[in-house]
């Protein structure tokens, strides 16, 4: 009985990470380089009021401090949407999915050089396979150079990892209500595509109505599976099994994102790619363990109840998220994700 209870916890979340994983190729799906910040604020637009509603109590209980630093971290928030969602348009859904996920080795290393600590030498060796997975993922193994998507995922991810860390360092919105903060940010980072979007391509009024049927079911299944579902699967999740399993499952996002690349966007890997995509997923998933630990060990007992728990990133996560992150596995980053 206590197995199956468990697997019906897992399965929820489960779940996120699979529509994560697919998110890259729904962006694919339904913009082009130049209808980009178009389909972002068509795709948060349709999702903020929902989102409000239920967040509107905990909305009206902000000060002014904390509705300032939501909105700080959704200009990062809005940075990190640009970067993955030109760079999903710009390479392949698999290299889009796999390269993000390298939020996971970016954010220990900065808690390490930005709190001055040590990292196990196992997390260090998978941090260096990951970055040899990447290298031989857009190289196709050879000296080519990385494609700009991936340069733009690339930066994604660093982006990804920044936010991680400024949200666990302001204190104005450490005890402010998950749902709220979350709102504020995408709310801030919809007003910063509304404000580019003149500048950037069609307005997304010009952008909703060239939509057929096809991309506007894509478009739903980022707004209402990729973030509202996501979100609260994580809010749900975090409050009936550890944080640590919820981040081991939401972080198969790059594998779903791989599977979804190949079979569905016919993303096709040489030898020299593939092998880099083994290594990635293994160097992620390996960076992921053995930092855990370490990080545990690291938080002091007394505030732990105000630590962040991840990215995807999740980010999230990551949010996205990772975070994210990639949870980024804190709630309010789980929107994170492309």
């Not at 003149?198 to 060239?210: D, I, N, Y």
Request: glycine share 10%.
């Amino acid at each position: 009985m206590r197995t199956s209870s468990s697997f019906v916890r897992d399965v929820p979340v489960l779940l996120v990470a699979v529509v994560w994983g697919s998110s890259f190729l729904a962006v694919q799906r339904v913009a082009e380089p130049g209808t980009v910040v178009a389909m972002l604020v068509l795709r948060f637009a349709l999702m903020l009021p929902v989102l409000g509603a239920f967040a509107w109590p905990a909305l009206r209980r902000m000060g002014r401090r904390e509705w300032l630093g939501g909105a700080l971290l959704g200009l990062v928030l809005s940075g990190i949407f640009l970067l993955e969602t030109y760079g999903a348009v710009h390479t392949s859904a698999t290299n889009a999915g796999l390269i993000i996920s390298l939020t996971m080795v970016f954010t220990p290393l900065a808690e390490s050089a930005l709190g001055r600590t040590s990292l196990p030498r196992a997390f260090l060796a998978a941090a260096g396979l990951s970055v040899l997975g990447i290298a031989l993922l857009t190289g196709g193994g050879g000296l080519k150079a990385p494609s700009l998507g991936d340069l733009l995922m690339l930066g994604a991810a660093l982006v990804r990892t920044v936010h991680v860390l400024t949200m666990s360092r302001i204190p104005a919105i450490r005890g402010t209500d998950s749902l709220a903060a979350t709102w504020v940010q995408l709310a801030t980072a919809t007003a910063v595509f509304a404000l580019v979007a003149p500048l950037a391509g069609p307005a997304p009024w010009t952008v909703a109505a060239s939509y057929g049927p096809s991309q506007w079911a894509w478009l739903l299944h980022l707004t209402l599976l990729c973030t509202l579902f996501a979100f609260f699967v994580q809010m749900w999740a975090v409050r009936t099994t550890s944080p640590s399993r919820v981040s081991l499952l939401l972080g198969t996002e790059p594998l779903w994102a791989a599977v979804f690349g190949i079979t569905l966007a016919g993303d096709h890997l040489g030898p020299p790619a593939l092998f880099g995509a083994v290594l990635v997923l293994i160097g992620t998933e390996w960076g992921r363990r053995t930092s855990a630990p370490a990080a545990q060990r690291a938080v002091d007992p007394e505030s732990e109840g105000d630590r962040e728990p991840e990215a995807g990133p999740v980010p999230t996560p990551t949010p996205e998220p990772d975070l994210e992150p990639d949870l980024e596995s804190s709630p309010a980053s789980a929107p994170a994700s492309a």
